[in-house]
């Protein structure tokens, strides 16, 4: 059947094989597994009690779940069954954006997985007057659980209410508001339809390999109250592969080793990490397995991914990348990365190691898929976003901003009118705020450009391609290029503590090292990092090297606010948070 609205996918999934593993989440050791049937009969019941318990078409609903599960895709088809409008929440945003984000959507029921986030919501409730209901997944003493909904749409004899109000949803319906984190200022409530979330699903089917397997597994651990790992869970869920969700962030490891996925997605930061792993345990291992793991990542370096591997090469992956692939769960076909941008050597030697990414491009706005690599002929190009989707249309506009048109793409942000005339250009292309190039049909993004800027002798600055290279270093955790107006360019830097701590350890490092202030004050520390940063700095002309540095004690994250949570940087808040920092740099102490 012809999928238009995304509770399609139900009947799809339904009249191509009921009884196959649908979804399945973890839950006190053991993995809970819905059938297409089971899963389609509790959304049903769900959309029932909803419309018992009175709720209308674009009725405002939010979902907040500190990880992936299954309730949450449950109430997320039921919802959109009923007409009404998801709100998905990101559970670590502040008290603050919360109670915005509540109010702008005029929310009506809250749906949260646990009960910290319960009373997190129940001591704001007073501050939103549209708020009704808050109901919780697990099971909280004396508070309101989702099993009230479920129980009120037991009696199945109402179902034909719950098709009548189906067959009246168009496909240019409002299916959910999406609020972006923002780097700057009050989120903004991203408007997608159905149309424009199908449509961005069906074409970027063909961009995922084919699995050639019965039974296609897919571990999904991002956040799925962004856009980029819903979409995903769609395109698994269309295609008829299996979801399994991970417990948590903290347990992939095992997650993975367990399910034996052939896709995950996964962002830059999480890849970046995993690599530091390998690199730290191959190097750690002494003897000839170092000198083994040594010489088989200088094979992969600066491999030529279309070129043949060489007997050298397909040895190292007998000895060393068959165990990488293992830690992945040996069946990986693909990874796919998406929200931030990907150092292309590290790209390069996942490919050589026979872990294939597939980076792409896009935006809440989107929905969110613009461009992504694929594998096959000319499929991928490392550095590259990949190529266009084919129902996106992509230019480059005079300034070099990439802007993009298609049925994939907003029509605007919720209650933001004066905005939306500025978000499209004349001839109706979205402006992106990206700066990039199409270079053989490949896309290649150069920097975000609210993010660029000039020094004071009038150079531009491009930081985030800078703060890509430089991250990988294993002393550096986290890097934030400045210098708007300055007269040169420099940079706050987060340490890698972990690593330091070792490398302290092994180099029998002098000097209090106690704590992440005295590491920061340590010379024989900021001696190494300085090497790094010289050494990093020759890539780039004399204008763009960074001439300064600062060590900030912290670790920037989410909880902290320096991160948004897909783990980009929120660049005026760092900079207000370590302004005494900066005046250091540029001696305005």
């Not at 896709?263 to 690199?279: C, G, M, S």
């Amino acid at each position: 059947m012809k999928v238009l609205r995304l509770f399609d996918i139900l009947e799809k999934n339904l009249d191509e094989n009921s009884n196959r593993e649908y979804i399945s989440t973890k839950c006190n050791g053991e993995w809970k597994t819905e059938t297409t049937l089971t899963f389609v009969s509790k959304v049903n019941t769900v959309s029932r009690g909803f419309l018992k318990l009175g709720i209308k078409p674009n009725d405002k609903i939010a979902l907040i779940t500190s990880n992936n599960r299954t309730e949450w895709h449950i109430l997320d088809y039921a919802i959109q069954q009923v007409g009404a409008v998801s709100v998905p929440i990101y559970p670590s945003i502040s008290e603050e954006d919360t109670v915005y984000v509540l109010n702008d959507a005029e929310v009506k029921l809250c749906f949260v997985s646990d009960e910290e986030l319960f009373h997190k919501i129940e001591s704001i409730k007073p501050q939103i007057p549209s708020l009704v209901g808050i109901y919780t997944f697990d099971n909280v003493k004396g508070k309101p659980n989702w099993s009230e909904i479920t129980d009120l749409g037991k009696d199945d004899g109402t179902q034909e209410e719950v098709e009548a109000v189906k067959n009246l949803i168009k496909e240019d319906n409002l299916v959910s508001i999406i609020y972006t984190s923002g780097t700057t200022g009050k989120p903004k409530g991203v408007m997608l339809s159905h149309k424009n979330i199908v449509s961005n699903v069906l074409a970027s089917i063909e961009r995922v390999p084919d699995p050639k397997s019965s039974h296609v597994k897919t571990l999904s651990f991002l956040p799925i109250c962004h856009i980029f790992e819903r979409m995903i869970t769609y395109l698994y869920q269309i295609e008829g592969y299996t979801i399994y969700f991970a417990e948590s962030l903290d347990t992939i490891g095992d997650n993975l080793k367990e399910v034996k996925p052939h896709f995950f997605t996964a962002v830059p930061r999480l890849i970046e990490k995993v690599y530091d792993k390998i690199y730290t345990k191959g190097t750690e291992s002494g003897g000839l397995k170092r000198k083994l793991f040594l010489w088989s990542l200088s094979l992969i370096k600066n491999w030529d991914i279309h070129s043949p591997k060489s007997l050298k090469h397909r040895i190292a992956d007998m000895i060393v990348f068959k165990k990488w692939r293992e830690g992945v769960g040996g069946n990986v076909i693909a990874i796919i990365s998406g929200s931030a941008a990907l150092s292309p050597q590290l790209n390069t030697i996942f490919h050589g190691a026979g872990i294939p990414i597939l980076e792409g491009y896009g935006l809440t706005e989107t929905s969110p898929v613009i461009s992504v690599n694929t594998l096959g002929k000319n499929g991928v190009r490392v550095g590259s976003v990949g190529k266009p989707l084919k129902n996106v249309e992509v230019k480059i506009a005079e300034d070099g901003e990439i802007l993009v048109k298609g049925p994939s793409i907003t029509s605007g942000y919720f209650k933001k009118e004066e905005l939306n005339s500025e978000i499209f250009d004349e001839n109706g292309y979205f402006k992106t705020g990206d700066v990039g190039e199409i270079r053989d049909g490949f896309l290649f993004i150069t920097d975000r450009k609210k993010e660029m800027f000039k020094t004071s002798g009038g150079k531009y600055i491009a930081p985030q391609k800078m703060e890509i290279d430089f991250k990988q270093s294993s002393f550096i955790e986290q890097i934030m290029v400045v210098g708007d107006g300055e007269k040169m360019p420099c940079a706050l830097i987060q340490p890698a503590y972990e690593y330091i701590q070792k490398w302290i350890k092994e180099n029998n490092i002098t000097g209090d090292n106690s704590s992440n202030e005295a590491i920061c004050k340590n010379p024989a520390v900021k001696e190494a990092i300085q090497k790094e940063i010289n050494r990093i700095n020759q890539k780039y002309g004399s204008w763009e090297q960074i001439k300064r540095f600062e060590l900030t004690p912290t670790a920037w994250s989410i909880d902290g606010g320096e991160l948004t949570p897909t783990l980009k940087l929120k660049r005026k808040i760092i900079l207000d948070k370590y302004k005494d920092y900066y005046n250091k740099l540029y001696n305005k102490m």
